[in-house]
């Protein structure tokens, strides 16, 4: 009876929780002030930022709704598969968009370092121009043919109409079809301990567990205290600490920019 | 012993603050070359990609535009030209580079005539095959444009050191040589602007 009460209990405190860290992932986070530095290029945004923002809406040509949506989606498939599409919108450029793009991409580091997995669309408002900017490691993937396709087909004819929204979600839906199954996100593992370190400390805890819990009487107390211990100091050290900040920030990448490098690689198109 | 010890001493100590001074300044220089070095081979690739992309593109005007001969056989000169001039990496001169620019814009200039005829063909101009290979090509004129700039800008650094005050007395002495760099061309240089 009493142990029914408290299963009740645990699933009314835990829907309670859930509910409280999914009204987080809908906080939308602003988009930051676009800064022009010495090199021509915009200031690469905080890490804070970085978490919180993947499309950087400068022009507003996004509603806050939509915006939102499209960083959910983003950041979900950041989540799982590490890699990074940033969005920006501008109002004017002076330069080649093309060339432009890419160093900016460059600058910023998106995507990770190691796997070059970095996407950046740059629109450019007033001269109605689209780029797609691929890192160095998607461009085998997502070739400049095939970015072409998209802005062809799944941007042009949306953007004439006015439906920004529309066209970049179309855009996000390829492209992420395209690079399907390529990466998987394995980040967290590479960032938190070896593998040896935390067998050594889960090691060492059991026997501390064992010493202090061995001495009192219980014999089920050493059992059902040292399972959740060892769980969740496991658990905090990698997993839980990296998840719970990307769900409460949501909307960016949870690991901030990567620092993949850009190459050039991508199609620009005009609506 | 302990008085020949004190005075030599202060000599010790210059020669080893040269000694640290020096190695770090010829560490910084083996670093800023490989740094160029690296970029260089990032330049070479990229001209390596347009050439690869050249036969099939000959090929599939080819198909559609059999009389434009002449340009074609231009192209293919051209590429083979430019797939010879090669650069040695330890040692870019000015003439060589001038050399290498040389046969990279003849198959620059011989492309974009190719790419002007192309213009009478409208069968061609709509072919599937041929607008990807359109857009690798741009593609690839951009990567080509972008790994440039970032061998200038390394070469630059290395240039820098070796020139500056302390390094100018020792790049000499380890034989470190300035490094070419490629000839901006026009419009290059302007500093893009973003209005907000």
Known sequence: ?271 | MKKLLTALAPFLAIAFLLYVTVGRYYNNAIVYQEDAKTAWSKVESAYQRRADLIPNLVNTVKGYAKHEKETLEAVIKARAAATQTKIDPTNITPEQLAQFQQAQQGLSGALSRLLVTVEKYPELKADKHFLELQSQLEGTENRIKVERDRFNDAVNVYNIHIKKFPGRLFAGLFGFKEMARFSSEKGAEKAPKVEF
Not at chain 1, 113 to 142: A, M, P, Q
Not at chain 1, 233 to 260: H, V
Request: charged share 20%; hydrophobic share 35%.
């Open chain 1, 1 to 271: 009876m009493s142990k029914l009460k408290f299963i009740v209990l645990f699933f009314v405190i835990y829907s309670g929780f859930l509910s409280m860290s999914g009204q987080d992932r809908y906080m939308l986070a602003p988009v930051p002030k676009l800064v022009i530095e010495k090199d021509g290029l915009p200031q690469k945004p905080t890490l804070q930022q970085q978490q919180t923002v993947s499309v950087y809406d400068y022009a507003h040509m996004l509603t806050d709704a939509e915006r939102k949506k499209l960083q959910e989606k983003i950041s979900k498939y950041n989540d799982s598969t590490s890699t990074q599409i940033v969005i920006a919108t501008i109002k004017k450029l002076n330069d080649d968009i093309s060339l432009y793009a890419t160093e900016w991409a460059h600058k910023w580091g998106i995507g990770q370092k190691n796997k070059g997995n970095g996407i950046f669309i740059l629109i450019s408002r007033d001269d109605h121009k689209i780029t797609i900017r691929t890192g160095y490691g998607v461009e085998h993937l997502l070739t400049d043919a095939l970015s072409r396709r998209i802005i062809e087909r799944d941007i042009i004819p949306y953007f004439k109409q006015g439906k920004f929204y529309e066209g970049l979600n179309a855009a996000l839906d390829t492209i992420q079809k395209i690079l399907s199954g390529e990466f998987t996100n394995d980040t967290s593992d590479s960032e938190s301990w070896p593998f040896w370190a935390v067998f050594l400390f889960i090691f060492f805890m059991i026997i501390i567990i064992a010493l202090v819990f061995g001495n009192s009487s219980g014999s089920s107390g050493s059992s059902s205290g040292g399972g959740p211990i060892i769980y969740t100091s496991s658990g905090s050290s990698s997993s839980w600490g990296s998840s719970s900040g990307s769900s409460s920030f949501g909307g960016g990448f949870s690991g901030g920019f990567g620092g993949g490098g850009f190459g050039g690689g991508g199609a620009t198109g005009s609506w």
